[in-house]
């Protein structure tokens, strides 16, 4: 049987070439994806940057430690707390100490993330002055950079200033320094402070002080204003490349299986011809899968091979697009070549095994056939196998619906479901293609001619090909319309809450992050016809199974204007019990029945018993909690919301906000402007993330879609050569390979669209249940962009392959052997 094989993978050529594209390509997508996930792991040390040159910096409490039975657990804090008064004192007697001071400057013309400090904490980096001299007035400032010249003025959140200095960039921020009196105004709280002093000395000082740190060394670098940065970006990166990778690998996998079953369906005469000659179904079975293994080495080396050059672009690419920092690069890794090497020779081997034991029960009479209609295209194993699959999706489906609905939103949960369902409703493809090739073809088989009809009779009557064609359609038309779908309904679905919860007529916010002042506040209260609801973000941290430390999101408002400018989704309880003593919780809550008592920390770390007022519905997982602005210690005013007195006039209102903010800076928006510049949307790593895995899949399937093409249209001379001798032109027949080519990709387009709804209705269904109603939506643009590129690439890879086999006469085609 070797030498049959041997002479198998030359006179059938074409057929391995597009089962070695196909595997090889697989190999590749999952070798680039192990790679980047496997250099996604690991972040370089980084050392201090913004205090460098610090002798000590002292700390104050910024983390919340709470133990448990498993061990500690931390948190950020959300208003981290300032080095106590008395520690300060003490650490005065022991050398200079410097008040460190970090906030948001928004100035025209300098970059948009521009950060002020103090200037006696420059030399602590260190920046050195490279023009012009240190600040002395409140209005003059130093620029790092060459952004802005000594002498320039520019406009800031907090007025004009004039610069009077530049230092030289350090890359790790963009800084303006002002005298430490104006940053003091600007931002008055200080949560850190660098010490002129010996290491030892300092750290007695605050001995048994709860919550303050002394930082000297490497350990300076959790001053800076990010020091989480890396580990953050590696759980971003690795949610991208996890996502992307877990993608790309079941796309490969789905499209190569389905090649090599399709490759060993096109052999059934070959398989009836070795039969009649003697061999037995063992020995079929034997030449098929040693045809894979040997299409499957070459195909899953050649595939590492490119792999290996393709991850480092796609890193450089990761880079160039935010997605990743700037240290990221592909490192020297090889458990992603073996991964991808195995999974391929595991998916060829896999699909070849399968296909062989159909081969092999092939009769000796298949070889007499000169049909090629499929008369038995789906195996009983193929059917109840799909069928299986079906009805797991179900089952999970209502099981989610009834147990935890919330769960359905979750990222993991909406990437991962339309992979079952794409595989069941593939392995029921040929059951499915035959029903919709003739309801496409209805209206064209009636019109005058027989193209039509040709059409759907050819279609139909191949429902393997029509299959196998289909496949990669099927699966990019279903990953965008599930990916984009489910993003673009909980976005609006998060909208809707947004947009029903918003009462006031107008909501206030300010310019920079220390939010308003007093005076500024005192003159929005005194606006006529306003009534004026101030508000702080926060957090609320609770311990639930005793082992887990959740924190939830913590807005602190006073019950009265709570009640006038929101409209809270309560399940139970009411806004006006809220007090001092009390908090209004969501019902993801482990405690959330009215009147009981909960114990929580506050934002600053406090811990604290509070009585449950009322009780919101879950919704999208947004709601977070309500308490009183004395629950929320050091929280700086950053909303207002404003709702216009009976009889006051909305112009009148809004002209006398802005006057009151004119001169701290801030922004007053109606309140449908609010709401579409504050709506939820997916942040921009997880779109991208998204695009990036439709790219890759559409790329990928593209390829496949033409290949399959080739090996479809190419096994049909025979057909092509008694068309021509019935006395159809080479254009007619051209003609009807596009026509049968673009009909394929519309049935592959509306499993996948069928795909898609069944799990966007999921998703819909679940936000039903968590009491949001909101619209289904479908990215009908990018699904017909898709399908149109589909079609495109269908037709012109299928038209090519046919011109090329029309170039012989009638005759020598009638002649060529399958």
Known sequence: ????????????????????????????????????????????????????????????????????????????????????????????????????????????????????????????????????????????????????RPGSRVRTDGGTVRVVGTVGGLGFEDAVFYTDARAAELSPRSLQLVVDADAAAVREAVRGIGGVQVLTGDARRYADADPDRDSEALTAMNAMFGTAGGVAGFVSVFVVASTFAFAVAQRRREFGLLRTAGAT??????????????????????????????????????????????????????????????????????????????????????ALREASADTRPMTGGRRLFGAALLITAAVTLILALVTNPGGLLQRKTYVSRPMLLITAVALLAPVLVGPLARLIAWLPARLPGAGGMLVRENAAAGVRRTAAVAAPVLATVALAGSLLGATATLDAAKATEVREQTA?????????????????????????????????????????????LIRSDARAVEPEGLAATVRLPLAAGKVSDLDDDSIIVNGE??????????????????????????????????????????????????????????????????????????????????????????????????????FLVLGIALLYTGISLANTMVMATSDRVREFAVLRLAGATGRQVLRLVGAEALMVVTVGGLLGALVAGLDLVGMWSALGLLSVRTSIEIPWATLAAVLGACGVLGVLSAVAAAGVSLRRSAVDLAGVRE
């Not at 920092?325 to 592909?330: G, I, L, Q, S």
């Not at 114990?599 to 879950?618: E, F, N, P, Y």
Request: contains cysteine; proline residues 5%; charged residues 20%.
């Open 504 to 548: 006031a007529d107008f909501v206030v916010t300010p310019a920079g992050d220390a939010g308003f002042d007093e005076a500024t506040l005192r003159r929005l209260r005194a606006v006529s016809g306003a009534e004026v609801s101030a508000s702080a973000s926060s957090a609320v941290y609770v311990l639930e199974d005793g082992v887990a």
């Open 281 to 366: 179904p063992g020995q079929i079975r034997r030449m098929v899968v040693s045809e894979a293994l040997a299409v499957g080495v070459l195909a899953s080396a050649a595939g590492c091979v490119l792999g290996s050059h393709g991850a480092p672009r796609l890193a450089e690419w990761a880079v160039d697009e935010n997605l990743a920092p700037r240290w990221f690069t592909v490192g020297d890794h090889t458990w992603p070549y073996h991964m991808a090497f195995w999974t391929g020779m595991f998916v060829a081997l896999g699909g070849a095994l399968a296909a062989s034991w159909r081969a092999g029960r092939t009769g000796p009479t298949e």
């Open 589 to 690: 809550w482990e405690t959330h029945t009215v009147g009981e008592r909960v114990d929580v920390w506050l934002g600053d770390g406090t811990r604290k018993s509070l009585k449950i007022a009322a009780v919101m519905t879950v919704g999208t997982g947004d709601n977070g909690v309500y308490v009183t602005p004395r629950n929320a210690p050091a929280a700086p005013v950053d909303r207002v919301d404003v709702r216009l007195a009976d009889g006051a006039g909305a112009g009148t209102v809004a002209a006398g906000l802005r006057r009151a903010v004119r001169a701290s800076g801030g922004q007053v928006l109606a309140r449908d402007a609010w709401v579409r510049a504050t709506c939820p949307v997916t942040d921009g790593t997880t779109r991208t993330g998204f």
């Open 1 to 148: 049987m070797l030498s049959i094989t041997l002479g198998t993978l030359r006179t059938r050529w074409g057929t391995f070439v597009g089962s070695f594209v196909a595997l090889s390509l697989g190999v590749t997508l999952i070798a680039v994806m192990g790679l980047a996930l496997a250099s996604s792991l690991d972040a370089p040390d980084r050392g201090p940057e913004r205090f460098a040159a610090a002798p000590v910096v002292v700390k104050g409490q910024d983390t919340l430690e709470v133990p448990t039975s498993l061990g500690d657990r931390t948190r950020k804090l959300a208003q981290p707390r300032a080095v106590p008064r008395d520690a300060v004192a003490k650490l005065r007697k022991l050398g200079t100490v410097v008040e460190d001071r970090s906030f948001t400057v928004r100035a025209g013309g300098l970059p948009a993330d521009l950060v002020g400090h103090p200037w006696s904490t420059a030399a602590f980096a260190p920046y050195h002055l490279e023009a012009g001299r240190a600040p002395e007035a409140a209005d003059e400032v130093v620029v790092s950079g060459d952004r802005a």
